[in-house]
Every structure is written in structure tokens, then in C-alpha cells.
């Protein structure tokens, strides 16, 4: 310390530790003072002092409005000195009923709305109190709460109101402090009256008993909350996330006929406005398809939003959509975060329930004592008066000789032993109380004030009769102002969106090139045509590739990719690239991290994997072998290991079966092989597998069939012939056989290409080496022994060959033969392929196209052209990275 020339002290002061503690002084004022709601009364000051302020002007709910500004006026001159913008925004919120689940203030004007819109200024609209809020304040001139002086000391204010209503918990509180913000979610009034009551007669309730009664938040918009894992760590430790969906229903326009997307209702705290512009964005952008026309035709009724969609629109993957991109679907982030004896604590449902419990307590309690002195100050008068009337006549005389009140009250005080409160209330008797009415009333209120003052000392003296006094409250609360939820709890739905919710489940065509081109295009692409048409390109080639695989798929299987090596592979159907009808498609190197030298030879459509469906398996040389699906739901980045191959063996095709399929393996040279699936064991992953079938010399295996509901057998051979044979020709023998003729192979008609079982209303696709490809009905196709050429299916160019034919089911409702390549019209859990919905929307594809299946054109000559550009992709020879040996590093299905 040092002193100047002015003779002033100097105080020397450590520069951070006066930041310190200013930062710190400020930063508790921000906590209690503005931005944190007490636990009792659930209010922050602002409110407080706004309630406080229209009390002093009478405005009651049964009482005329008065203008906004005199409230702001009078809040800001007696109680908050921080200007009328910030109390009126305070004020204006507690009259918002999409904002307070119970709104404290009733508001005439424009009080903002949904969408954002500012409200009208204070000297336009007009304000009263809420019937509820008058329970808020009840008993507040009781001596209920303590007083301090308000900012300048001109008058006093109360610390908390005394508050009959769990007003934190019914209307929830958001705030942002320094270092700390509260998220209080609002409830149901009937909950909470019931949980706080229930904690009255069972002290030691269990949390699943609390969480029984209070389901969840009940916010005032309504909406959705889905899972409850969120609510349980809200209300258990006070912090929690929940899920928040708007509520939507899908209706059909009477004049259109088109489906809409009717939302009645949206999360909390979501701008409408905003919201829809956000839609209309995505639509613009081309983010979301299907989307036609968004109107708002929210009325003074209620909120109502249409969003009306194109025909061929996939109504449920719009929803999805629009829950996953905008704001019909949010998070809130509950922070349970309040003041308690004016320190910020995180609070469970129970303490917050508890202490509320305990304000009561506290209140009644006060306001029992007021009320049993009012009381005895009132008996002790009535005594006084009493006594006078019962010496009347000596009291007047008495009264009369007297020389002034002050001689007249001492003389009563020393004649009839008074005190000298009872002095002077028989001195101010009117004359009118000596009537014997009025003696008679007299008598009555002080035999009432005798029973009073018994029944208040009871209460002071028994705890239980306190929380009689909450419980009845509670009721009375309850039935005055309680109402059904609006907020619905969804349990056992998932609250992230997986890829497959926002992408159309379609089929689709995937085609795999020898090269290693892959794409998919809609089945709806390809038309139908007669046994014979000539079929136009299906994909563009280069002069030495050629289509080797087609399948059809949904966009929500799972592909298991297996090479010629024996490896597994793992992709989605709708990850693979979407292309034109003459695109050659992307190269797989681009999607799987395949080695060089492997070629896809098969690939096998999945929805799920488990334990009771299996992958079979078949190679060249005739190997058969069977493994459990769940053993392949863990690939590796570069595969994994399906089948152990003999040297100079190869994979040639596998399917998923049900462990009871019966399986058909067929030899290049025209003969197969049926056995039932049984007498093939299952086995490990990486296993060698048993024979299947035994080959003659020269032969080999071309393909596999698993048969379950099939009616025929249909073979197509390389020049284009073919013939249906009735499956009860093919008879059942054990494997390793040498099998049985199923097509008398000559020069005209080729070597065996491909089997099928198939069934009359089936359809099938053909395709050469040259890229042509031919839809045609298994009816149009003959039925003919086994010991025959066939005919022909057709024509192909010189040079060309057939080298693929995929099956396709147009029939709803029909189940598909266990692990078949075809069009997956919801595959039946029981065919080896577990959880697809049959009722799920999404088959048809384009505009017009039938619920029970892809709309086919039949008839002489219809062409198919599935068309589009090349996509550019690098040819599958080059280097493509991520092309290596697999790691060790598994990755789990999801």
C-alpha cells in the first residue's frame, strides 16, 4: 500500500484473483437470478415478479384483461428493474400454449404463434392471470414464503411462491446459465398429482413404481416419444435423451386419389414455418422424391400439414425421409437442472418429486400457524365481547362517566380484567351488536373459533394430517385442471433410422458381366414376350465380355457375393450403382475387395442371417456341402473363406435353404441328379464339403437347383432350346449317383446351360453371351419327357449362345422356391429367408404398377431394351485399391 501526493490510499490487487472472484460473483448472479428455476415454485425471478405484479393488480381470471404494457410497467418499476422487452417476452411465453403444457396467463391478442411469428407489441395485447395460476400464488399474504426488499427498498417480495401446483414438473423450464443450462421437460398433471401422492402413502416407492405412474414428458404439441431407454436416464439420473416424432397419418385424397401425409401434430419446440420450408428445400434439391405438393391447412382447430405424394411415390419411405431430414423428428436433451436452497442441483423425478413435497410441507405448516394466530386474536376479542355484553348496562355507565376513551378503556381493563386489545374492541362495538341476533351470532363464531384453534393445533401436532391437507389439494387439482395425455409413448421402436428405412424396397434386376461389371435396374424395365421373340441388348459390352450372372433382388437384401475360389463376400442390393438398360454398370473390384483372380459365380440374395438356414453350396467337379447362414455374417474386408476347393475345382453356384429343401445338380452333359437335402450333414465354414453327384468323363457341373413348391423341371440348353419336364420324372435318389437323362444333348440344341424349377404362372429370363436378353411365360414353354431335344426359346445370331437364365415370380401372395435367384415378391421366412414383410409396401415399380406384383406386357414379339449411359467406371483389369489379401479385422453385421 502506498500513499500519492493527493494523500489517496493505493490498494494493490492480484489482478487474477479479482477476475476470479468477479467472474465468479457474476456467474452465481446469472444461476439464481435469471436463468434457473427454483424447485418449489418452478419460476425464475422474471416470472416470479410478473405474477407478483398482476396479483397486486387483482387481474384474477374472473376479472377484466388489462394492457400488456401496464403489467410490464409495473413489473419493471416494482420488482425487475431489467426494461418491459425482456418481461414482456417472459410474459408472452407464459401465455403460449405451445410452449406451457398449462399456460399461466391468459393472453388476448397476438401472442405469437407456432411458426415463429413474433407476437404483437405490449401496448396491443392485453393479459390476465390463468385460474391455475391463482393456486400458484394461493396463500401468499399467509406469511406462506419469506419476504426480502425489493431492489430499491421501497416495498418487499416474496423469495418463492408458496405454489399448490408441482408447476416445474407440469411445465417444464429451459434456461442457460454460465457454465450450466436446464432442459426440464413438461408432464401430465394427473402423473404427477398421482405420483406425489403415491409418494404420500409409500415413502419408499421403488423407481419402477414412479415410472409406472409418470409414463414420460407430455408436451403440449403432442407428438411422439419412441423408446423409453431415454425417459428411465432422465428420470433415474436426471439427464436423458429422448426421441421426438411428429404424429402423421397416411390418408388418400377424395378429388385425387393420390396418398398424403396428414401431420396433426410436431416435436416440441419446432418451428412449423421452418419445418415446412426445410421440406420444400429438400424436394427443390432433389434430396427427397416422390413428394407432389406440401400445404399448410392449420386452423384455429388445430395444426394440420398435407403433404400429398406422386402415384408412384413409396409412402412409408417418404416418412421416413422426412423424419430423418427435417424436423418432424428431433432429439430433446432433458437436463434436470433447478435451484435448491439456491444451488444448482441435477434432480431425479423423485428428489424433484420429494422436495416439492417438502415446500408443501413447509407451506402448510406456515400458513397453519397464521391462521391458528389470526384465530386466537380473533377468540380473545370475541371473549372481550363477550364479557361486555354480559355487563352491558355496567359497561355503558362505565363508558358514559368516563372523561375521555383512554379513561374509558382503562376503566374496562381494570373492572373486568380485559386486555387492552379486548378494551378497545368493546369500545368500537357498534350499538347494533346488542341486539339479541346479533348476541346469538356472537355465541356461534366463537364456539366455531373454539374448534378452529383446535383443528389447527391437530394439524401443527400431526405430520399425517399435513399430507392429508397435500393429498386433497392434489385432487382437488387434478379434477379441477387435470386432462388426457397428448404426448404418446412408443415402446419397442427404434429411434435411428437404418439405410434401408430410407430407400424404396423394389426389386430390381442386378446382372454381373464376365468382365466384373455389376448394375441393377428396375424388373419393371423389361417387358414380357412369347417363346421365340428375338430380344433386343440388355447392357452394354465390350467385344470380349459377356453377361454371366442375373438376378433379381430386393433393394433391402443383403448379397452374398462368392467367387470361383470358394470366398465370401458381403454387399447390399442397393448399394450397387443404378444404371441404364445399355450401361455396362460398375465394376465389382469398386464394390468388394476381391483378389485378381477371382470370378463371381454366384451370388445369393439375404435378408437376415440365423442358425436355422443354411448356405448350400455346389463346385464343377460335383462337391456338395452345407453350412449354417449365421457363419457367414462376419466377412472380412477381403472376404472370407466359404469352401475348401480341390485343386483345379471351382464354385459354381450356391443357394440359402430351410434344411429341408430338395436339391437338383446338373451336368453339362445332360443328365441331374435329386436328392433331399437331409443327407447332406452340416459343416464348419471353411470345410471340403461330400459328393453330390459322381461325373462321367469330359462332364461337369452346371448348375444347382433347390426345389420346394416347384411343378416342373425346366432345362435350357447353349443353342437356345429348351423344354419343361414334370418334376415326378426326376425320381428321388441319394447323392453320389451319376443321375438321370433331363435333355438329349445333339448338336442342334447344345450342351446343357441351365435348370430350373419353375411353375406355370412363371416367367423366365434368358440371356446370351452377346448381351440379348428375352423375357418369356413358362406356359408358352413345352412339356416334354425327359429323353428330348426341346424347343427353341430363342434366336440367336451366329456365334452367340446362351450363357444365363434368371427365374421371376409376377403372382402375389406365391412363395418362391427355396434359394432361386428370381424376383423377390416378399420372400416367406420359412424359404430360407428370414424376416421379409409380405405386407410391406414397395413392390410396383413406375407409375400404375399393380400391388401384387411388376406390371408385365405379354404378347407376340414385345422387345425388352433395358437402357442408359456407361457409367465411366475404370475397367476391373486396372489397379483398384483396396484390392489385398483379407485382415483379421472382422466386421459384425448390422
Same mark, same amino acid.
Given at each position: 500500500?502506498?500513499?500519492?501526493?493527493?494523500?489517496?490510499?493505493?490498494?494493490?490487487?492480484? $489482478?487474477?484473483?479479482?477476475?476470479?472472484?468477479?467472474?465468479?460473483?457474476?456467474?452465481?448472479?446469472?444461476?439464481?437470478?435469471?436463468?434457473?428455476?427454483? /424447485?418449489?415454485? =418452478?419460476?425464475?425471478?422474471?416470472?416470479?415478479?410478473?405474477?407478483?405484479?398482476?396479483?397486486?393488480?387483482?387481474?384474477?381470471?374472473?376479472?377484466?384483461?388489462?394492457?400488456?404494457?401496464? $403489467?410490464?410497467?409495473?413489473?419493471?418499476?416494482?420488482? *425487475?428493474?431489467? %426494461?418491459?422487452?425482456?418481461?414482456?417476452?417472459?410474459?408472452?411465453?407464459?401465455?403460449?400454449?405451445?410452449?406451457?403444457?398449462?399456460?399461466?396467463?391468459?393472453?388476448?391478442?397476438?401472442?405469437?404463434?407456432?411458426?415463429?411469428?413474433?407476437?404483437?407489441?405490449?401496448?396491443?395485447?392485453?393479459?390476465?392471470?390463468?385460474?391455475?395460476?391463482?393456486?400458484?400464488?394461493?396463500?401468499?399474504?399467509?406469511d406462506t414464503v419469506d419476504f426480502v426488499a425489493n431492489y430499491d427498498e421501497t416495498r418487499k417480495e416474496p423469495t418463492v411462491l408458496p405454489s399448490k401446483v408441482p408447476n416445474l414438473l407440469i411445465n417444464g423450464a429451459t434456461g442457460i446459465a454460465v457454465g450450466m443450462a436446464t432442459n426440464i421437460p413438461p408432464h401430465n398433471l394427473g402423473e404427477i398429482a398421482e405420483a406425489?401422492?403415491?409418494?404420500?402413502?409409500?415413502?419408499?416407492?421403488?423407481?419402477?413404481?414412479?415410472?409406472?405412474?409418470?409414463? %414420460?414428458?407430455?408436451?403440449?404439441?403432442?407428438?411422439?416419444?419412441?423408446?423409453?431407454?431415454?425417459?428411465?436416464?432422465?428420470?433415474?439420473?436426471?439427464?436423458?435423451?429422448?426421441?421426438?416424432?411428429?404424429?402423421?397419418?397416411?390418408?388418400?385424397?377424395?378429388?385425387?386419389?393420390?396418398?398424403?401425409?396428414?401431420?396433426?401434430? $410436431?416435436?416440441?419446440?419446432?418451428?412449423?414455418?421452418?419445418?415446412?420450408?426445410?421440406?420444400?428445400?429438400?424436394? @427443390?434439391?432433389?434430396?427427397?422424391?416422390? !413428394?407432389?405438393?406440401?400445404?399448410?391447412?392449420?386452423?384455429?382447430? =388445430?395444426?394440420?400439414?398435407?403433404?400429398?405424394?406422386?402415384?408412384?411415390?413409396?409412402?412409408?419411405?417418404?416418412?421416413?425421409?422426412?423424419?430423418?431430414?427435417?424436423?418432424?423428428?428431433?432429439?430433446?436433451?432433458?437436463?434436470?437442472?433447478?435451484?435448491?436452497?439456491?444451488?444448482?442441483?441435477?434432480?431425479?423425478?423423485?428428489?424433484?418429486?420429494?422436495?416439492?413435497?417438502?415446500?408443501?410441507?413447509?407451506?402448510?405448516?406456515?400458513?397453519?400457524?397464521?391462521?391458528?394466530?389470526?384465530?386466537?386474536?380473533?377468540? *380473545?376479542?370475541?371473549?372481550?365481547?363477550?364479557?361486555?355484553?354480559?355487563?352491558?348496562?355496567?359497561?355503558?355507565?362505565? $363508558?358514559?362517566?368516563?372523561?375521555?376513551?383512554?379513561?374509558?378503556?382503562?376503566?374496562?381493563?381494570? @373492572?373486568?380484567?380485559?386486555?387492552?386489545?379486548?378494551?378497545?374492541?368493546?369500545?368500537?362495538?357498534?350499538?347494533?351488536?346488542?341486539?339479541?341476533?346479533?348476541?346469538?351470532?356472537?355465541e356461534q363464531e366463537y364456539l366455531e373459533l373454539i374448534k378452529l384453534i383446535a383443528r389447527l393445533k391437530e394439524i401443527l401436532e400431526n405430520p399425517r394430517l399435513v399430507d392429508n391437507l397435500i393429498v386433497e389439494e392434489l385432487e382437488d387439482l387434478k379434477e379441477r385442471f387435470g386432462d388426457e395425455r397428448r404426448t404418446e409413448i412408443a415402446t419397442g421402436e427404434t429411434q435411428?433410422?437404418?439405410?434401408?428405412?430410407?430407400?424404396?424396397?423394389?426389386?430390381?434386376?442386378?446382372?454381373?458381366?464376365?468382365?466384373?461389371?455389376?448394375?441393377?435396374?428396375?424388373?419393371?424395365?423389361?417387358?414380357?414376350?412369347?417363346?421365340?421373340?428375338?430380344?433386343?441388348?440388355?447392357?452394354?459390352?465390350?467385344?470380349?465380355?459377356?453377361?454371366?450372372?442375373?438376378?433379381?433382388?430386393?433393394?433391402?437384401?443383403?448379397?452374398?457375393?462368392?467367387?470361383?475360389?470358394?470366398?465370401?463376400?458381403?454387399?447390399? &442390393?442397393?448399394? /450397387?450403382?443404378?444404371?441404364?438398360?445399355?450401361?455396362?454398370?460398375?465394376?465389382?473390384?469398386?464394390?468388394?475387395?476381391?483378389?485378381?483372380?477371382?470370378?463371381?459365380?454366384?451370388?445369393?440374395?439375404?435378408?437376415?442371417?440365423?442358425?436355422?438356414?443354411?448356405?448350400?453350396?455346389?463346385?464343377?467337379?460335383?462337391?456338395?456341402?452345407?453350412?449354417?447362414?449365421?457363419?457367414?455374417?462376419?466377412?472380412?474386408?477381403?472376404?472370407?473363406?466359404?469352401?475348401?476347393?480341390?485343386?483345379?475345382?471351382?464354385?459354381?453356384?450356391?443357394?440359402?435353404?430351410?434344411?429341408?429343401?430338395?436339391?437338383?445338380?446338373?451336368?453339362?452333359?445332360?443328365?441331374?441328379?435329386?436328392?433331399?437335402?437331409?443327407?447332406?450333414?452340416?459343416?464348419?465354414?471353411?470345410? *471340403?464339403?461330400?459328393?453330390?453327384?459322381?461325373?462321367?468323363?469330359?462332364?461337369?457341373?452346371?448348375?444347382?437347383?433347390?426345389?420346394?413348391?416347384?411343378?416342373? !423341371?425346366?432345362?435350357?440348353?447353349?443353342?437356345?432350346?429348351?423344354?419343361?419336364?414334370?418334376?415326378?420324372?426326376?425320381?428321388?435318389?441319394?447323392?453320389?449317383?451319376?443321375?438321370?437323362?433331363?435333355?438329349?444333348?445333339?448338336?442342334?440344341?447344345?450342351?446343357?446351360?441351365?435348370?430350373?424349377?419353375?411353375?406355370?404362372?412363371?416367367?423366365?429370363? !434368358?440371356?446370351?453371351?452377346?448381351?440379348?436378353?428375352?423375357?418369356?411365360? &413358362?406356359?408358352?414353354?413345352?412339356?416334354?419327357?425327359?429323353?428330348?431335344?426341346?424347343?427353341?426359346?430363342?434366336?440367336?445370331?451366329?456365334?452367340?449362345?446362351?450363357?444365363?437364365?434368371?427365374?421371376?415370380?409376377?403372382?402375389?401372395?406365391?412363395?418362391?422356391?427355396?434359394?432361386?435367384?428370381?424376383?423377390?415378391?416378399?420372400?416367406?421366412?420359412?424359404?430360407?429367408?428370414?424376416?421379409?414383410?409380405?405386407?410391406?409396401?414397395?413392390?410396383?415399380?413406375?407409375?400404375?404398377?399393380?400391388?401384387?406384383?411388376?406390371?408385365?406386357?405379354?404378347?407376340? %414379339?414385345?422387345?425388352?431394351?433395358? %437402357?442408359?449411359?456407361?457409367?465411366?467406371?475404370?475397367?476391373?483389369?486396372?489397379?483398384?485399391?483396396?484390392?489385398?489379401?483379407?485382415?483379421?479385422?472382422?466386421?459384425?453385421?448390422?
Amino acid at each position: 500500500m502506498e500513499t500519492g501526493d493527493t494523500g489517496k490510499k493505493v490498494l494493490e490487487i492480484d $489482478i487474477e484473483r479479482e477476475m476470479r472472484h468477479s467472474y465468479i460473483d457474476y456467474s452465481m448472479s446469472v444461476i439464481v437470478s435469471r436463468a434457473l428455476p427454483d /424447485i418449489r415454485d =418452478g419460476l425464475k425471478p422474471v416470472q416470479r415478479r410478473i405474477l407478483v405484479a398482476m396479483k397486486d393488480l387483482n387481474l384474477t381470471h374472473d376479472k377484466p384483461f388489462r394492457k400488456s404494457a401496464k $403489467i410490464t410497467g409495473d413489473t419493471n418499476g416494482n420488482y *425487475h428493474p431489467h %426494461g418491459t422487452p425482456a418481461i414482456y417476452e417472459a410474459m408472452v411465453r407464459m401465455g403460449q400454449e405451445f410452449s406451457l403444457r398449462y399456460p399461466i396467463i391468459n393472453g388476448q391478442g397476438n401472442f405469437g404463434s407456432v411458426d415463429g411469428d413474433a407476437p404483437a407489441a405490449e401496448r396491443y395485447t392485453e393479459a390476465r392471470l390463468m385460474e391455475l395460476a391463482e393456486e400458484v400464488l394461493a396463500d401468499l399474504d399467509k406469511d406462506t414464503v419469506d419476504f426480502v426488499a425489493n431492489y430499491d427498498e421501497t416495498r418487499k417480495e416474496p423469495t418463492v411462491l408458496p405454489s399448490k401446483v408441482p408447476n416445474l414438473l407440469i411445465n417444464g423450464a429451459t434456461g442457460i446459465a454460465v457454465g450450466m443450462a436446464t432442459n426440464i421437460p413438461p408432464h401430465n398433471l394427473g402423473e404427477i398429482a398421482e405420483a406425489l401422492t403415491g409418494l404420500i402413502e409409500e415413502p419408499d416407492m421403488p423407481d419402477e413404481g414412479l415410472l409406472r405412474i409418470v409414463r %414420460g414428458p407430455d408436451f403440449p404439441t403432442g407428438g411422439v416419444i419412441y423408446g423409453r431407454d431415454g425417459i428411465r436416464s432422465c428420470y433415474l439420473r436426471g439427464r436423458g435423451h429422448m426421441t421426438l416424432r411428429a404424429r402423421a397419418t397416411i390418408e388418400t385424397d377424395a378429388k385425387t386419389d393420390r396418398e398424403c401425409i396428414v401431420i396433426t401434430e $410436431i416435436p416440441f419446440q419446432v418451428n412449423k414455418a421452418a419445418m415446412l420450408e426445410k421440406m420444400a428445400s429438400l424436394v @427443390r434439391d432433389g434430396k427427397i422424391q416422390g !413428394i407432389y405438393d406440401i400445404r399448410d391447412e392449420s386452423d384455429r382447430e =388445430g395444426l394440420r400439414v398435407v403433404v400429398e405424394l406422386k402415384r408412384d411415390a413409396q409412402t412409408r419411405v417418404v416418412l421416413n425421409q422426412l423424419y430423418k431430414h427435417t424436423q418432424m423428428q428431433t432429439t430433446f436433451g432433458a437436463n434436470m437442472l433447478a435451484l435448491v436452497d439456491n444451488q444448482p442441483r441435477t434432480l431425479s423425478l423423485r428428489s424433484m418429486l420429494l422436495l416439492f413435497l417438502d415446500h408443501r410441507r413447509e407451506v402448510i405448516t406456515r400458513r397453519t400457524r397464521f391462521e391458528l394466530a389470526e384465530a386466537e386474536k380473533r377468540a *380473545h376479542i370475541v371473549e372481550g365481547l363477550r364479557i361486555a355484553l354480559g355487563h352491558i348496562d355496567e359497561v355503558i355507565a362505565l $363508558i358514559k362517566k368516563s372523561a375521555d376513551r383512554e379513561d374509558a378503556r382503562k376503566g374496562l381493563m381494570e @373492572r373486568f380484567s380485559l386486555s387492552e386489545i379486548q378494551a378497545n374492541a368493546i369500545l368500537e362495538m357498534r350499538l347494533q351488536r346488542l341486539t339479541g341476533l346479533e348476541r346469538d351470532k356472537l355465541e356461534q363464531e366463537y364456539l366455531e373459533l373454539i374448534k378452529l384453534i383446535a383443528r389447527l393445533k391437530e394439524i401443527l401436532e400431526n405430520p399425517r394430517l399435513v399430507d392429508n391437507l397435500i393429498v386433497e389439494e392434489l385432487e382437488d387439482l387434478k379434477e379441477r385442471f387435470g386432462d388426457e395425455r397428448r404426448t404418446e409413448i412408443a415402446t419397442g421402436e427404434t429411434q435411428q433410422f437404418e439405410v434401408e428405412d430410407l430407400i424404396a424396397e423394389e426389386d430390381m434386376v442386378v446382372t454381373i458381366s464376365h468382365a466384373g461389371y455389376v448394375k441393377r435396374l428396375p424388373v419393371a424395365t423389361y417387358r414380357s414376350q412369347r417363346r421365340g421373340g428375338r430380344g433386343v441388348a440388355g447392357t452394354a459390352r465390350r467385344d470380349e465380355d459377356f453377361i454371366e450372372h442375373l438376378f433379381v433382388a430386393s433393394t433391402h437384401n443383403y448379397l452374398l457375393v462368392l467367387t470361383n475360389l470358394g470366398r465370401c463376400h458381403w454387399l447390399k &442390393v442397393h448399394e /450397387i450403382p443404378l444404371a441404364g438398360r445399355t450401361a455396362k454398370g460398375k465394376a465389382i473390384v469398386n464394390l468388394i475387395n476381391k483378389r485378381r483372380e477371382e470370378r463371381v459365380t454366384a451370388v445369393v440374395p439375404v435378408r437376415s442371417f440365423d442358425e436355422r438356414h443354411f448356405l448350400v453350396m455346389a463346385t464343377r467337379n460335383g462337391t456338395i456341402k452345407k453350412t449354417s447362414l449365421s457363419a457367414y455374417s462376419n466377412p472380412r474386408r477381403g472376404g472370407i473363406a466359404a469352401i475348401t476347393l480341390d485343386e483345379g475345382d471351382e464354385l459354381i453356384g450356391a443357394v440359402v435353404t430351410d434344411g429341408t429343401a430338395e436339391i437338383v445338380l446338373a451336368k453339362r452333359q445332360g443328365k441331374a441328379i435329386r436328392f433331399n437335402e437331409r443327407v447332406v450333414r452340416p459343416m464348419g465354414r471353411t470345410a *471340403h464339403g461330400v459328393i453330390g453327384v459322381t461325373l462321367e468323363e469330359d462332364d461337369s457341373v452346371v448348375e444347382m437347383v433347390a426345389l420346394k413348391e416347384a411343378r416342373a !423341371i425346366l432345362v435350357v440348353t447353349e443353342n437356345g432350346y429348351g423344354k419343361r419336364s414334370r418334376l415326378e420324372d426326376y425320381r428321388v435318389t441319394g447323392r453320389g449317383g451319376k443321375g438321370v437323362i433331363t435333355v438329349r444333348n445333339t448338336k442342334r440344341n447344345g450342351p446343357t446351360v441351365s435348370v430350373k424349377g419353375v411353375r406355370e404362372d412363371d416367367e423366365v429370363m !434368358i440371356i446370351t453371351k452377346n448381351g440379348l436378353v428375352i423375357r418369356t411365360q &413358362v406356359k408358352g414353354i413345352s412339356m416334354m419327357g425327359r429323353d428330348t431335344q426341346g424347343v427353341k426359346l430363342i434366336n440367336l445370331a451366329p456365334g452367340d449362345k446362351v450363357v444365363s437364365v434368371g427365374r421371376v415370380i409376377t403372382s402375389a401372395g406365391e412363395k418362391e422356391e427355396v434359394g432361386e435367384q428370381v424376383v423377390g415378391e416378399k420372400l416367406d421366412a420359412g424359404e430360407g429367408h428370414e424376416g421379409l414383410d409380405p405386407g410391406a409396401p414397395g413392390l410396383g415399380a413406375g407409375e400404375g404398377a399393380d400391388a401384387e406384383g411388376p406390371e408385365i406386357e405379354s404378347g407376340s %414379339g414385345r422387345e425388352i431394351l433395358p %437402357g442408359g449411359e456407361k457409367t465411366g467406371e475404370r475397367d476391373p483389369g486396372e489397379e483398384a485399391s483396396g484390392e489385398h489379401e483379407p485382415d483379421d479385422e472382422e466386421e459384425k453385421l448390422h
